[in-house]
């Protein structure tokens, strides 16, 4: 069967954007209703980022109580903020086209020529503006209050470190989101399975290399793992003595996961879509 | 004149059992109701392990792993225990966002001759049996793995089943408060629960005696009636650890026991008029049914 | 021949999860549909609740794979080429809650138009026209959470309209609509197919009316098959050799219409109790079998209340090929379909 035939003359017909302008359209469209809920529903402020920021400073007094270098304070500091991100992957992203699933639009997302990936870095886009908001001031506010000082030995490598922790990580959100289009219920309950494991063993609040070689490692398929690792090491006095691999080496390991995890997204989002065509799981409401 | 005051009274003990109990009953199916039950099993056990293990790592790191010293079983008990603060304030809380987002029954709940305090109580009660699955294998990993000084001999079982019932009426009411206050809020904050337990473990002496925070902030933890119930089950089940920390050495624990009462009934007086005032706001403005979807 | 939509043997099976202890079941959905719809054509699927119309509609758009068979909307078949059926295609469930509470109508509508690559201009526009012509331009800045479910479906039938489709698919588009707005929903639906000969709609209903006055062609599903298809005036020819009474008798008080129906004449009965009557229906070979019925009806001091001749309906016709009224069939109707 092929292309239908030519449109009747003399009706107007709608023009649409494909290719790179449709995924960006895509983009801003789906990161817009999280823009502007913050703005219109702003309670989030304070118990996003507020509280927050109060347990943080839970672990940085454990920290006291058992009399911790202060250098310690620090890395709770740097780990409550980038939970920040942590949480974003799971909530705003993965587990949302549960939410989705159960309200309709992941139907309506589906059936729209645009791509799930474009979808995924809206969800994730819109909710940036909160998550770093929130990381930024339990950086800020949790150095200021509890006295962390920091020496940043090279900055390029800080924001190179930054940057390629975020693209790695942001893949692998949108991979893990995938599979999120076959659960149902279960989506939720998995991401709150991942907080406080992931938190223990990427080495949110102290150094990885703590746990053994072998164990970081295995971790290290978390992009956070190796970035926080990284970042330890560049702005902490300590340096060197805190990672457990030279920061060189993170960046290429974090690299090569941006890469894989990108790639499989891609991948992975078609096949499971397909998936859950097949088994009748995009409009199923089990809750 | 008494007659028709106990008759009023009886009616209003039916009343209440019956929301209790349905919703008690909704709850467990809807917690229970997991597409693989092993998978929930992992779940109540890894997520309450992973989050002790983050702090038995802290500790060893620092202390090179003296887990022999009091602050340890101290730290271990407080963060066992308060894996009911989360749970409970979380279960309550979150029936007001699961019944008038996902299921949008909460209109019907209202509609029925139900308590509406009392149904948000009865959702809690399966979060409190869960956190007692992960509570309880918590302190077994504890006692057989990493020597928290548990006497089983010693143990005030007394002290310890009263401080975990009249902790559990407090965590209720306090989250009966959050539950109000999601009366007007938008689907977004349905982490409103967890969120408020993580900031509260900074001020209930959980897992740092409150002389470690500044004296401006232990004046909140003197309030919280979770270091006072806290307090209480670390007493009752390891007395030689407690009283190892001066924060509250010079009350008793009838003392500890009466301000944990007189902050439960607070928390509760200050639950009931926040619930009325947030129920009647959200009457005014047509929030029982909204879908936010945000 | 250009078809807008095309099913070779469509089929769909479900497997639905019992309960904690019993064995999965299937269900079968769809079985063994044949359909070919025209380019320029406004198509009826008619059928109870649980006839497979909405399985159906959610292969066409590419949301459900078919067991078996095959189909291709706007020439691409929906599973091998589902990326160039959607640019194509869009679609309307009675009763959705999609897009999000927090946002206006305005801004819902122009979030799902940036999905399908409209311009913000291009988007606004047509979200004005469209508003207008249904109804709701006065509530262009008001939150979809403060609409009121009518309203809602009005803007859920803008969405589908504004992206401009080849194909539209709307499953119970009136669903929710109360009479006035139903009337000028559909008056636009014919309005929008008769504009542009190359724009398909597809319309699931199970309101017969709805059917009978906007369709070119009308099938007749239940149960997963397609029992007939054609015009509804072609539908309604094939009851026109027989008769069609609607007569209203005292209650039966429980006795059965198996006195009716073993008569000579006699094709079809259906009864429905009304308040204080009831109203049997009578599809009868040719009008001299009217006699033996009215004889019949004496003879069991059944008194005749009301009686009248009607053209054929769609809902006769339904009764024709089923056996049954749809209201009938949707009673009967008792496994809970989870797919």
């Known amino acids: 069967m092929n292309e239908m035939a030519a449109r009747a003359p003399g009706v107007r017909r709608v023009r649409k954007y494909r290719g790179w302008r449709l995924f960006l359209q895509t983009v801003v469209a789906r990161a817009y209703p999280r823009v502007i809920g913050a703005q219109r529903e702003k309670s989030w402020m304070f118990f996003d980022i507020f509280l927050p920021l109060l347990s943080v400073a839970a672990y940085v007094y454990v920290y006291r109580a058992i009399q911790a270098p202060e250098e310690y304070v620090g890395f709770v500091v740097v780990g409550g903020a980038m939970t920040a991100f942590w949480l974003n992957i799971l909530w705003s992203m993965s587990s949302q086209l549960y939410w989705e699933k159960e309200q309709g639009n992941l139907a309506l997302y589906i059936i729209a020529p645009n791509s799930m990936m474009a979808i995924l870095l809206g969800m994730a886009v819109g909710g940036l503006f909160a998550t770093l908001l929130r990381a930024v001031v339990i950086m800020v506010i ?14 390029w490598q800080l924001a190179l470190v930054f940057l390629i922790t975020m693209v790695a990580l942001y893949g692998m959100g949108m991979m893990s989101a995938s599979v999120y289009l076959l659960l149902s219920r279960e989506a939720w309950h998995i991401s709150n399975l991942a907080q406080e494991p992931v938190y223990l063993l990427s080495g949110f609040y102290f150094p990885i290399k703590n746990l053994g070689f072998w164990v970081s490692m295995a971790a290290s398929i978390i992009p956070l793992t190796m970035g926080l690792d990284a970042l330890r090491q560049l702005i902490f006095p300590s340096g060197a003595a805190l990672g457990v691999l030279s920061v060189e080496v993170e960046i290429a390991i974090l690299l090569v996961l941006s890469l894989v995890f990108l790639v499989s997204a891609r991948w992975l989002l078609v096949y499971i879509e397909r998936l859950a065509i097949r088994e009748g799981r995009l409009t199923e409401s089990r809750r | 004149m008494i007659s028709s005051l106990s008759k009023r009274l009886i009616s209003d003990i039916r009343a209440f059992w019956r929301s209790f109990r349905l919703s008690a009953w909704l709850g467990w199916q809807i917690e229970s109701n997991w597409a693989d039950p092993f998978l929930f099993a992992i779940y109540s056990l890894i997520k309450p392990l992973a989050a002790v293990a983050i702090l038995v790592v802290m500790y060893s790191i620092i202390t090179q792993g003296d887990y022999t010293s009091p602050i340890f079983t101290y730290i271990f008990l407080g963060n066992a225990f308060y894996i009911y603060v989360g749970q409970v304030m979380t279960g309550i809380s979150w029936a007001v966002i699961d019944d008038r987002e996902h299921y949008k029954t909460l209109k019907y709940i209202y509609v029925a001759p139900l308590q509406i305090p009392t149904y948000l ?7 409190f049996l869960i956190a007692t699955v992960s509570v309880t294998a918590t302190l077994l990993v504890g006692v057989l793995f990493l020597h928290v000084q548990i006497d089983w001999g010693a143990v005030n079982w007394l002290l310890f089943l009263l401080a975990l019932f009249l902790g559990g009426i407090m965590l209720a009411m306090m989250g009966l408060i959050l539950a109000s206050v999601l009366l007007l809020l938008a689907h977004h904050m349905w982490g409103l629960g967890e969120a408020v337990a993580g900031a509260l473990y900074l001020f209930s002496g959980a897992i740092f005696p409150l002389e470690v925070l500044p004296p401006a902030l232990r004046v909140i933890g ?17 007395g030689q650890v407690a009283g190892a920390f001066p924060t509250l050495v010079n009350l008793s624990n009838g003392q500890i026991l009466g301000i944990l009462l007189a902050l439960t009934i607070a928390f509760g007086l200050i639950s009931r008029f926040t619930f009325k005032w947030c129920d009647h706001q959200a009457r005014e403005r047509g929030l029982i049914d909204v879908v936010t979807n945000y | 021949m250009d078809f807008a939509i095309r099913t070779e043997k469509l089929g769909r099976i479900y497997k639905i999860r019992g309960g904690k202890k019993s064995e999965p079941k299937s269900l079968t959905a769809l079985q063994d549909v044949n359909l070919e719809i025209k380019r320029g054509e406004l198509f009826g699927l008619l059928g109870p609740n649980g006839a497979g119309k909405t399985t159906l509609i959610k292969i066409l758009t590419t949301l459900l794979a078919p067991t078996t068979g095959r189909a291709w909307v706007a020439g691409y078949d929906v599973v091998k080429e589902a990326d160039k059926v959607r640019p194509r295609i869009n679609m309307v469930s009675g009763g959705e809650s999609s897009g999000y509470g927090l946002l206006t109508v305005r801004e819902n509508l122009w979030m ?46 803008v969405r589908g309209f504004l992206t401009d489709p080849d194909v539209l698919f709307l499953d119970e588009p009136t669903l929710g609509l109360d009479v006035g707005a139903s009337r ?3 008056r636009f639906i014919r309005k929008w197919v008769d504009e542009d000969e190359t724009r398909t709609l597809l319309l699931t209903t199970h309101y017969m009316v709805e059917a009978d006055e906007l369709c070119d062609r009308v099938a007749i599903i239940n149960q997963g098959r397609v029992l007939a298809c054609d015009t509804p005036s072609a539908l309604k020819r094939r009851l026109q050799q027989e008769a069609i009474y609607h007569i209203e008798v005292s209650p039966l008080n429980g006795r059965g219409v198996e006195i009716f129906e073993s008569l000579p004449g006699v094709h079809k009965v259906v009864h429905r109790a009304h308040e204080g009557s009831t109203v049997l229906e009578f599809i009868l070979a040719q009008d001299d079998a009217l006699g033996q019925v009215l004889n019949a009806m004496t003879m069991s001091n059944i008194h005749i209340l009301n009686l009248q001749k009607r053209e054929p309906t769609l809902e006769d016709v339904f009764v024709d090929l089923v056996g049954r009224s749809m209201e009938e069939v949707e009673q009967s109707l008792s496994v809970d379909v989870k797919p």
């Open chain 2, 121 to 127: 109580l009865g959702r809690g009660v399966a979060r």
């Open chain 3, 112 to 157: 799902f138009a940036q999905f399908y690559g409209l311009s913000s201009s291009e988007a606004n526009r047509r979200i004005r026209e469209l508003l207008e012509i249904v109804g709701l331009s006065d509530r262009l800045n008001t939150k979809s959470s403060d609409l009121s479910t009518g309203l809602r479906q009005k803007m859920n039938i």
């Open chain 1, 142 to 155: 949790g150095s200021w209050l509890f006295g962390v000082s920091y020496s940043v030995s090279s900055a």
């Open chain 3, 184 to 186: 000028e929903v559909r």
């Open chain 2, 222 to 238: 003197y309030l919280m009636p979770i270091t006072y119930w806290l307090e209480l089950l670390r007493r009752s089940l390891v």
